[in-house]
């Protein structure tokens, strides 16, 4: 992965563990952030949960928070009852909890080291999303389910970033830091105005590269104008 980083990133990494949380949430735009919900499971064909249903939601209860516990999925399902089954139900299907949990994969607690006890976790994820090409939650779960020991719990990510597309939204940032970097150095010497595309060339930035890296224009803006704030303010 190339090294390169941008102030702001550099900054990130050698952050206390608060401070990036506060800087993160400099940079994603707040008024966009929202719980990312699940999509909620199909029942089988008579309405209940089947086994295949249950295994593949405990999986996901596994792979999000490196444990498979009662009490943690009657908090679960609390929050959301209609995305996951009662232990009871469970027990009524397996007839046990513990034969559950072995056809979920026949432990309660999957392998992982703790890289981020060593290692800086914003440095740690970034690589894992240029290196291990977790674009998505599904990939990330995938990842994880593969290679348990060396790609933390998803809850370890939320840790660190709040949200999957936050996440997405620094790595995104990192990935074109030269050209970010130079058109946030465009728009300080416009006095903070938006550079036409012809001002944008005359620099050497691709502008058109920038807003399909970020998913839009309007990503774009709101992503150049927030990390200028943060250098002011940091």
């Known amino acids: 992965m190339d090294q390169i980083r941008t102030a702001l990133i550099s900054r990130l990494l050698a952050a ?8 993160i949430d ?14 909620r499971l199909d029942y089988d064909k008579n309405g209940k949960w089947s086994k295949e249903l249950i295994v593949d939601t405990l999986r996901r209860v596994l792979l999000e928070h490196e444990k498979l516990s009662i009490p943690l999925l009657r908090k679960l399902r609390r929050e959301d009852p209609k995305n996951y089954p009662a232990p ?5 299907r397996f007839g046990s909890w513990e034969e559950a949990k072995k056809e979920v994969s026949g432990r309660a607690r999957p392998l992982y080291l703790n890289i981020l006890g060593k290692i800086q976790g914003v440095e740690y994820f970034l690589r894992l999303y240029h290196q291990g090409k977790v674009s998505t939650r599904a990939l990330y779960f995938e990842a994880r389910r593969k ?3 060396a790609v ?10 709040g949200t999957f597309t936050n996440f997405k939204r620094i790595a ?3 990935s074109s830091v030269e050209q970010i970097n130079s058109l946030i150095r465009l728009v300080d010497d416009l006095g903070g105005l938006w550079p036409k595309r012809s001002q944008c060339k005359s620099r050497g930035i691709d502008i058109v590269f920038l807003d399909k890296k970020m998913g839009s224009r309007k990503e774009l803006r709101d992503t150049v104008y927030e990390l200028r704030s943060v250098f002011k303010n940091t």
């Open 147 to 149: 290679y348990p020991e």
């Open 16 to 23: 206390s563990p608060n401070k990036q949380k506060d800087i």
């Open 172 to 174: 995104k940032v990192d």
């Open 152 to 161: 933390p719990p998803y809850q370890k990510l939320l840790d660190v970033f």
């Open 88 to 92: 009871t139900t469970i027990v009524n």
């Open 26 to 39: 400099r940079i994603v735009n707040k008024s966009s952030k929202r719980k990312l919900g699940v999509k």
